[in-house]
Each structure stands twice: as structure tokens, then as C-alpha cells.
């Protein structure tokens, strides 16, 4: 269409043109000035920033013109128009001066403005912000302050506590030591530290404090074979295996029998006390040592099933046990009264007296003969011990033996470890 009307446009402009430019001539003595000068206008630098509007309004003319060619025939409305529009153009690009230059600076100042509102309330934004953050910094600071100082505090207790338990491992190191050399200078010295652990005593005779480390290294040796005999019943060793670990502890029984004789003749009265043996053993005693009827009893219920002739043979070795230990019993009691007796008989004279003094050491004498006897009672004591383990060993069968063994080890470490804790118990 733009095309047609381009042809259109050629062919008539030929013949309007020269009718067009009589009319412009007409009109430029009517309004004063040239077309040229009206057309120049556009070159003034005060339409300059008018441009853009101006190229719109010259696209609206271009189609304006080319309305008026459609029209040739009406040649005298057409300057009219012309004039009109341009007027029109003149006007609208004045107002547009007019207008264009207070209107930039408003907008520049209320830019302006609106850029200050949005500086300021960035400002104020990273101000809160910015103290929000250090007090959140303070309060973490604070946190991790208190954190670090309950730390450390934490760790100067732990520090106290190992340094406490390091003091005391060492302190339990040295009383180690200490007892260790005291039992090295005990076995070298004879002086020997009771294992009870309630008091320590030394003593002037040489046979009595000999038997002390004696008993020790006995009991020591005691425990090893005892320790044999159960790993072999355990394991189900066979009788001949079993009855030689069991012939070697009633052998090492014999053992602490002798040696109980030779202390007794150096220190009777350190054999009888028990003072070698734990408070429970001590309080169990019986002239220096277990008796035998009652170990009997234990031992019954701790063996069945038995035979009718084994029940036969443990009864009657039960009633010939007690009938020897009421007998010696009877005898005990016996030499404490004339022993009693011996010593209140004699009554005080004047000192310097020749018969008094004679008197008195004819008591002592007395007495002396019959605290002699009491090496008598603790021989026959473990004379009766020893035959009763023997007869035990020929009634029971082998298994029945060993059993019976580890019955009575069992027993006698029970009341050693009852004495421990009796040692041990807090005292108020």
C-alpha cells in the first residue's frame, strides 16, 4: 500500500507541485517570512532536545501530505491547513521549551530527595543492624567467656584429682616397699609381721619367730598345691594322677604338724594363742589348732552321696575325735586349775625373809613343771588332727579325698577373708 500510494504521490505531484508553489508564494508575502526560514527551524538548537517529538509530528505530516495530495482539486483550504499545522507544531514545540525545563528540575530534585531517603534509610538499616550485631557479638562473648572460664575450672579440678590419685598411688607404692622389706628383714632377722595385720610383734625366742616365717612360706605353699588339686579335679585327671597331687597335700599337712612341735618347745604359749593365725582362725582354736570333730561334721554334707560303710566309718571317727578332744579338754582344764591353785597357795611375808623367798621359788618351780605339760596336750592335739586326716583318706575314695581337701582349704580361707573385712569395717 506504502508502495501505491509512493506511485500515486509521483504522478500527481508533477501537476500539483506547480500549483502548490504559487500558493506558497502567496502565502509567504501574507505571513512575513520564507517557508525555507519555517523550515529551518528545526536546525535552532533550542528545537534540539525536541528531536524525537519532532520526528514523531514529521511522520504525522508525511501522512498529512500525502492526505492533501489525494486532494487536488481544493487548492485553497490546503495553505490553510498547512499554516494551521504548522502554527500548531510551532506552538506545541514552545510549550514543550516552555515546559521541558522546570519539569527536569523537579524530577532532578525529587531524585534527588528520593535518593537522600533511600541513603538515609540505608544508613539507619546498616546503624540497627550494626548494633544489633555487636550486641549479639557482646552477648556471644560473653557466652564464650563463661564457657571457657567453667572449662577451665573443670580442668583445674580434673588436675586435682589426678594429682590426688597420683599422690596416693605413690604413697600405696611406698607402703608397698616398706612392707616388702620389712617381711625381707623379718625373714633374715626373725622377725617375722603377723599376716593378720592387727598388731606386730617380735619375739626373743628363735624358734618361735622361726616358725612364724615358716608358717608364711608354708601357707604360701599350701595355696599352690591346693590350686594343683582343684585344676585336677577339674579337668578330670585319672585316679593315679589325682591320688599323688592328694598324697602331697596331706604330706604337706604333716609338714606344719613338726613344725608346730618345734615352735612349741621354744614358745608354747605362742603356739596355743594362735597369734600365728587371722582373729577369725584364732577365735575357731582349739588347743592350737581346728577340731577335728567338727571339721568331720562339715565335711559329711559336703561329700554325699556316701556309702552305708563309709557313713559307718566317718561316724566312728567322728565319736573317737571327740571322746580324744573331751579327754584332752578334761586335762586342759585340769592343769589350769593346779596351775591356778600352785600360784595362790603361796602368801606374802616380809621381804628379805630367807624361807618366803625359798617358798616363792618353790612355787615357781611348781608351776613351771606344770606348764611343762601343756607341750604334751598340743602334741596330742595334733597327733589326733593328723590320725584324723589319715583315717579320712582311707574311707573316702580318691575324688571323694580330694573333694574333701578342698573342702577344708575352702573353710579356713573363708574365715581368713572374714578377718580381712572385720580389719577392714569403718570404725565410728
Not at 502548490?20 to 528545537?47: K, N, V, Y
Not at 625373714?187 to 628363735?206: A, E, L, V
Request: proline share 2%; charged share 25%; net charge neutral.
Amino acid at each position: 500500500m506504502y508502495l501505491e500510494l509512493n506511485s500515486f504521490c509521483g504522478t500527481e505531484g508533477s501537476s500539483i507541485r506547480s500549483s502548490q508553489i504559487s500558493d506558497f508564494g502567496t502565502l509567504e508575502q501574507t505571513l512575513g517570512f520564507r517557508i525555507e526560514d519555517a523550515i529551518d527551524i528545526g536546525r535552532s538548537p533550542m528545537f534540539s532536545q525536541n528531536k524525537l517529538n519532532r520526528q514523531a509530528v514529521g511522520s504525522s505530516d508525511a501522512q498529512f501530505g500525502a492526505l492533501n495530495k489525494l486532494m487536488p482539486l481544493q487548492k485553497e483550504p490546503q495553505p490553510n491547513l498547512l499554516s494551521v499545522s504548522r502554527s500548531n507544531h510551532e506552538n506545541w514545540g514552545e510549550s514543550n521549551m516552555a515546559d521541558g525545563s522546570p519539569r527536569t528540575d523537579t524530577s532532578t530534585d525529587d531524585t534527588e530527595d528520593k535518593n537522600q531517603k533511600i541513603e538515609r534509610n540505608q544508613m539507619t538499616a546498616l546503624l540497627a543492624s550494626d548494633s544489633s550485631d555487636r550486641s549479639k557479638e557482646k552477648s556471644g562473648d560473653q557466652k564464650t567467656l563463661r564457657r571457657l572460664a567453667q572449662n577451665r575450672e573443670a580442668a583445674r579440678k580434673s588436675r586435682l584429682r589426678k594429682k590426688a590419685y597420683v599422690q596416693q598411688l605413690e604413697s600405696s607404692r611406698l607402703k608397698l616397699t616398706q612392707l616388702e622389706q620389712e617381711l625381707q628383714r623379718a625373714r633374715q632377722q626373725g622377725i617375722f609381721i603377723s599376716s593378720s595385720g592387727d598388731q606386730s610383734h617380735s619375739m626373743s625366742g628363735n624358734g618361735a619367730l622361726a616358725f612364724d616365717v615358716e608358717y608364711a612360706r608354708w601357707l604360701e605353699e599350701h595355696n599352690r598345691q591346693i590350686n594343683e588339686l582343684r585344676a585336677a579335679v577339674n579337668s578330670h585327671a585319672g585316679d593315679t594322677e589325682l591320688r599323688t597331687v592328694i598324697d602331697n597335700v596331706i604330706a604337706h599337712y604333716n609338714d606344719i604338724f613338726r613344725l608346730k612341735g618345734t615352735a612349741a618347745k621354744a614358745d608354747v604359749f605362742h603356739i596355743l594363742s594362735g597369734m600365728w593365725k587371722t582373729p577369725a582362725e584364732r577365735c575357731f582354736m582349739w588347743i592350737g589348732g581346728f577340731r577335728s570333730s567338727e571339721l568331720l561334721k562339715l565335711l559329711v554334707s559336703q561329700l554325699e552321696p556316701l556309702t552305708e560303710q563309709q557313713l559307718v566309718g566317718i561316724y566312728n571317727l567322728q565319736q573317737s575325735s571327740q571322746q580324744a578332744e573331751d579327754a584332752l579338754s578334761q586335762g586342759m582344764e585340769a592343769l589350769q586349775q593346779s596351775l591356778s591353785e600352785t600360784l595362790a597357795s603361796g602368801s606374802p611375808a616380809p621381804s628379805g625373809s630367807s624361807g618366803n623367798v625359798a617358798n616363792y621359788m618353790g612355787q615357781m618351780a611348781m608351776a613351771m613343771g606344770k606348764l611343762g605339760t601343756l607341750d604334751g596336750f598340743l602334741r596330742q592335739a595334733d597327733n589326733l588332727r593328723q590320725q584324723t586326716l589319715q583315717q579320712m583318706h582311707r574311707i573316702l575314695t580318691t575324688r571323694q579325698s580330694a573333694r574333701a581337701l578342698l573342702a577344708i582349704n575352702d573353710y579356713f580361707s573363708r574365715l581368713r577373708a572374714l578377718s580381712s573385712l572385720w580389719l577392714a569395717r569403718p570404725r565410728e
